[in-house]
């Protein structure tokens, strides 16, 4: 017998997609975000200093510039800040992948992250529509809420978006305006931003964050329409009532002149940094990254702001950023009788709904109709969260806040419509009666997670995982929790269930390390398996019920290995390269001494007799 034997070499430019849902979101070409443990100015290593050379790259510049380092490491609830003067962002040759750079950056020591600019899409549908009623408000109780708190004018909403319409009748005093640093020229108050009176248009970089009427048809009011649902004027006698009253809102563009998010993240910085104590974000993308994750801690750690977000538009329980990112509070839409809107996403990481079908709102040029989407939904909660800060002791932090509103949602679970998605609307549609009416249960989150001691959360099949982590209370104290483990996956099995959490302080945690969870993966998982698990939580003496889902993949479908000068994705179908394109899997082929992958993908061919020819490379998977 002869074995013949080859390897062949592919390269692929471009793969096509018909009219999916979206695969990947779109990234700036010739750009990266790299975060690095030391100022990378005091790096001294040729091999990092070549490959910037070889790649054409602008020296590294910090992100934010204007950002200080933090004094301490942890904040009062000791949460760990986030240092925002180690993110730099590196320009290099257009013509290479910023992908392909992120991977090749990441095998660098001394960086924590590294990756593409991905760019975040708005989260309205756009339709012409009758005006309608303020439906949303009888359905979210706001007169109820509204009897207890109306809000308090130095508490801000930060609008990031694509700008405000200055003018509106709606908005123009709702506006919190900087009197530290008025129009003259001269940076009052030092902040780095010229005359940043009302609010900043990051996307253009100038202090007129007022939507551009005169742009491109991709430019749209949107930030218009989701400022007037936070912080429209309420009680005026005039249009439509805003959910936060007499709370204000900090208009922060991060679209730029064609209507592109180019600035999405950096807008919760500003937001953060500038006095908001809730962040309100109608945009989003499939992509998560170390960079969102960062950047959300930062303003939830570093400065007590919490961040609410739109589930997303796209019928679907894919994850969705930044509203899946850990500490967002993320808000799905349902419609005038409680269902979910048809095309809310929904999902693992919701964690409420407020109306998002048909709502009224306000349009430029003091005109108003009806809109639809996630996008909507979302500043209704921000409306709300500003209230519930107003009301309580200022004690309270940002997750405290979100807590509060999601405890006291209301459930919608078993409207027949949504039985469907049970347990993907969160803890169900927001009450703002009651999350005013100081009647507040205990509210547990299970944090600091360790998986077999680690964080990761991707495991090889045919394994047992350990499970601990810390079970905190945000609110009223817990006397006799009770924490079960279940799933409905074919591919575990759970060995140990349950965990008696008992009383619980406010704000203090108890560890499961003594008694943790335990699950075996059967061997049966299928390649890339995604299994959810689910925690509930039951406290009979209080009455406090919650749930939290916990994901892991397992049997993942490729490996990434680094031998000596070599860096490459083993895959499980027997080729070598990248696993998958779009997004990228794996690192592909990659010299230490070439700055860009060698090949995308390899395989072996081999003929055994003259009529038998196994192959592993593209269109054969055996
Ligand atoms: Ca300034
Ligand atoms: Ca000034
Ligand atoms: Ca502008
Ligand atoms: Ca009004």
């Not at 009758?130 to 909403?157: C, M, P």
């Not at 008025?182 to 253009?204: C, S």
């Not at 090889?460 to 409905?488: C, K, M, R, S």
Request: aromatic share 12%; hydrophobic share 35%; charged share 20%.
């Amino acid at each position: 017998m002869k074995i013949y034997f080859s390897i062949f070499f592919f390269t692929v430019s471009s793969l096509l997609f018909g009219q999916k849902p979206k695969l990947y979101d779109a990234t700036i070409p010739g750009l990266v975000i790299v975060k690095t443990t030391t100022d990378i100015s005091l790096i001294k290593d040729k091999q990092f200093s070549d490959f910037l050379n070889k790649i054409s790259a602008t020296p590294p510049a910090k992100r934010f510039p204007n950002a200080q380092k933090p004094q301490k490491k942890y904040n009062h609830f000791h949460q760990k800040l986030v240092d925002l003067t180690k993110i730099y962002e590196i320009h290099f040759d257009k013509k290479i992948s910023p992908e392909a750079i992120s991977k090749q950056l990441k095998l660098f020591p001394f960086v924590v992250y590294a990756q593409p600019y991905y760019l975040p899409e708005l989260l309205y549908v756009p339709d012409d529509s009758l005006v309608t009623s303020q439906y949303a408000l009888t359905r979210i109780h706001a007169f109820d809420g509204w009897d207890n708190e109306k809000g308090d004018s130095t508490i801000i909403i930060g609008i990031t978006d694509t700008g405000v319409d200055l003018d509106h009748e709606e908005l123009h005093d709702q506006i919190a305006y900087n009197p530290n640093d008025p129009p003259n020229g001269v940076d009052d108050d030092y902040d780095g931003f010229i005359d940043n009176f009302r609010g900043w248009d990051l996307g253009e970089n100038d202090n007129n964050p007022q939507w551009d009427e005169s742009g491109t048809t991709s430019v749209i009011a949107h930030g218009v329409y989701v400022s007037s649902l936070a912080a429209a004027r309420t009680d005026n006698g005039k249009g439509i009532a805003g959910i936060g009253f007499k709370t204000k809102f900090l208009p922060v563009k991060i679209s730029n002149e064609w209507g592109i998010l180019d600035r999405s993240y950096e807008g919760i910085v500003y937001a953060a940094d500038h006095g908001c104590s809730i962040i309100n974000c109608s945009w989003g993308g499939i992509t998560k990254n170390p960079y969102g994750q960062d950047i959300v801690n930062y303003a939830t750690y570093n400065r007590n702001a919490l961040v609410v977000a739109a589930a997303g538009n796209n019928w679907n329980d894919v994850l969705f950023y930044p509203a899946s990112y850990e500490n967002v509070l993320c808000v799905a839409a349902t419609n005038p009788s409680d269902e979910k809107w048809n095309k809310s996403s929904y999902g693992i990481y919701v964690d409420v709904c407020a109306p998002g079908d048909n709502v009224l709102l306000a349009l430029a040029d003091n005109e108003y109709t009806g809109g639809w989407g996630t996008s909507f939904a979302s500043p209704q909660v921000a409306g709300l969260a500003a209230l519930v800060k107003a009301h309580y002791p200022d004690t309270l932090s940002a997750l405290q806040i979100g807590e509060i509103i999601k405890v006291t949602c209301n459930y919608i679970d078993t409207i027949p419509y949504n039985q469907q998605f049970a347990g993907l609307l969160g803890t169900g549609l927001i009450d703002c009666g009651k999350a005013l009416s100081d009647i507040i249960t205990p509210s547990i989150q299970f944090r600091n997670i360790l998986y077999n001691g680690q964080d990761s959360t991707i495991f090889p099949g045919n394994d047992t995982i350990t499970i601990v982590g810390d079970f905190i209370n945000y609110l009223t104290p817990t006397q006799n929790l009770q924490v079960t483990l279940q799933t409905i996956s074919p591919y575990i099995q759970i060995l140990d269930s349950s965990f008696s959490a008992g009383a619980i302080e406010t704000l203090d945690s108890i560890s499961n390390q003594s008694s943790p969870f335990r699950i075996a993966l059967l061997p049966s998982a299928p390649y890339d398996e995604t299994i959810d698990l689910k925690l509930i939580f039951t406290d009979t003496v209080t009455g406090y019920s919650g749930f939290q889902y916990l994901r892991i993949i397992v049997s993942p479908s490729y490996l990434d290995i680094y031998p000596n000068n070599i860096s490459t994705t083993i895959t499980s179908n027997g080729r070598i390269g990248f696993n998958r394109f779009s997004p990228l899997q794996g690192i592909g082929f990659l010299h230490n001494s070439y700055a860009e992958s060698l090949l995308y993908e390899s395989g072996l061919l081999i003929v055994s007799f003259s009529d038998h020819v196994s192959d592993c490379v593209r269109g054969g998977d055996d």
